[in-house]
């Protein structure tokens, strides 16, 4: 993943959570976060799971 694709955060929350419901497939997805942008991404997309709530 680059940093363009993890900017558009709506497209990132949607792509995990199309993959969100095997677990393989969602830690490969984190898994492929680079770590320095793993933080920051993991409370957006927290935060986009809360907006659609």
Do not use: W
């Given at each position: ?26 830690k490969d997805f984190i898994d492929n976060i680079p ?19």
């Amino acid at each position: 993943m680059d940093e363009e694709y993890l900017k558009n955060t709506r497209k990132v929350y949607n792509d995990f959570c199309n993959q969100a419901d095997n677990y393989r497939t969602s830690k490969d997805f984190i898994d492929n976060i680079p770590i320095e942008y793993l933080a920051r991404y993991g409370e957006i997309l927290l935060a986009e799971h809360d907006s659609c709530i």
